[in-house]
Nanobody, 118 residues
Framework: QVQLVESGGGLVQAGGSLRLSCAASRNIFRNYVMGWYRQAPGNERELVAKISTSSGTTNYADSVKGRFTISRDNAKNTVYLQMNSLKPEDTAVYYC???????????WGQGTQVTVSS
């Protein structure tokens, strides 16, 4: 079982930046594709970004391309989501996930709230 703990959420003005972190509980972290999902009120959860086990490949939702960057540090069992040029529509609960490339969501963290004010 992989346990994931997110941190770094908060309130930020539009145009600002936040960096989310997700620490995994076990050293098998390096065997999993890691992802970040988000869910805004009234919306379904959507995949924001994912990163391969070796950090060689990343993929982003069109809505965040050029603004968000996913990265991972396998030595620290941690994945990051750097969010720049934030918009009010980025407001959501952000979840860290682990899985495979097709479905990087076998495991979920508890979520962290990101609120972007206009």
């Amino acid at each position: 079982q992989v346990q994931l703990v997110e941190s770094g959420g908060g309130l930020v003005q539009a145009g600002g930046s936040l960096r989310l972190s997700c620490a995994a509980s076990r050293n098998i972290f390096r065997n999993y594709v890691m992802g970040w999902y988000r869910q805004a009120p009234g919306n379904e959860r959507e995949l924001v970004a994912k990163i391969s086990t070796s950090s060689g490949t990343t993929n982003y939702a069109d809505s965040v391309k050029g603004r968000f960057t996913i990265s991972r540090d396998n030595a620290k069992n941690t994945v990051y989501l750097q969010m720049n040029s934030l918009k009010p529509e980025d407001t959501a609960v952000y979840y860290c996930t682990a899985g495979n490339w097709l479905l990087p969501n076998a495991y979920w963290g508890q979520g962290t709230q990101v609120t972007v004010s206009s």
